[in-house]
Every structure is written in structure tokens, then in C-alpha cells.
């Protein structure tokens, strides 16, 4: 069966920091690309940050450049997302996508991932 779980989220003070993880199971992780998406209530599905199946390709939404960092250990099939400087606008549910079929690129459009994992909350409140 192939899975993504996410893991790392919690309630962070403004300023703060948190470390996700996106461990995939069934499948290799190094033969896709992978995307972090957030989603608060009320809002749409967004692009955080992607990653290219080497992990020689990145990318990160305005929002996060500077403070978020995304990373891949291939021979742990876990991909990383580093949040610091959080703000209470981070606050949603993250998720981790994995684009098999265009490994090599990274790109964040929410189509193009078909397989996800079931999120985790991160809540940036003081």
C-alpha cells in the first residue's frame, strides 16, 4: 500500500519553530517529487514548498522563503519541512504530496500530486 504520513506538527509560540516529516511507505520516496500544501479553515489548498526527487531542485511560496527550508533523506524516504520564524498566519493543516510522475521537477500545483498523506496541525498561537 502506498502511504504518506506526515508527523512534527503541534502549538508553537509566534517566533517559534517546528520540524515536519513526510514518511512514505510502499514506495520510494526518492522516485517522486514531494510537495508540502497547507490549508486553513475556510481557505484553499496551498503551495508551501517542493522538492525535486534528488532534492537538486526547490521551491517555496513568498509566504515562507526565508523561513522555511525543505529537505529529503532518500535513504530514509522522509522528506522535511523546517518551519522557523513561525507567525500565526502558518496556522493550518500541512500535508505532504508526492508527484511520481514527474519526479524530476517541482512544481506546486496541487493536481499534479497523487499521492498524500492525512496532514498535520500546526497552530502558531501565543
Known amino acids: 500500500q502506498l502511504q504518506l504520513v506526515e508527523s512534527g506538527g503541534g502549538l508553537v509560540q509566534p517566533g517559534g519553530s517546528l520540524r515536519l516529516s513526510c514518511a512514505a511507505s510502499?514506495?520510494?520516496?526518492?522516485?517522486?517529487?514531494v510537495a508540502w500544501f497547507r490549508q486553513a479553515p475556510g481557505k484553499e489548498r496551498e503551495g508551501v514548498s517542493c522538492?525535486?526527487?534528488?532534492?537538486?531542485?526547490?521551491n517555496y511560496a513568498d509566504s515562507v522563503k526565508g523561513r522555511f527550508t525543505i529537505s529529503r533523506d532518500n535513504t530514509k524516504n522522509t522528506v522535511y519541512l523546517q518551519m522557523n520564524s513561525l507567525k500565526p498566519e502558518d496556522t493550518a493543516v500541512y500535508y505532504c504530496?508526492?508527484?511520481?510522475?514527474?519526479?524530476?521537477?517541482?512544481?506546486?500545483?496541487?493536481?499534479?500530486?497523487?499521492?498524500w498523506g492525512q496532514g498535520t496541525q500546526v497552530t502558531v498561537s501565543s
Open positions: 522538492i525535486s526527487g534528488s532534492g537538486g531542485s526547490t
Open positions: 504530496g508526492a508527484d511520481l510522475r514527474r519526479p524530476a521537477m517541482c512544481i506546486m500545483i496541487t493536481a499534479f500530486y497523487n499521492r
Open positions: 510502499g514506495f520510494t520516496l526518492g522516485d517522486s517529487a
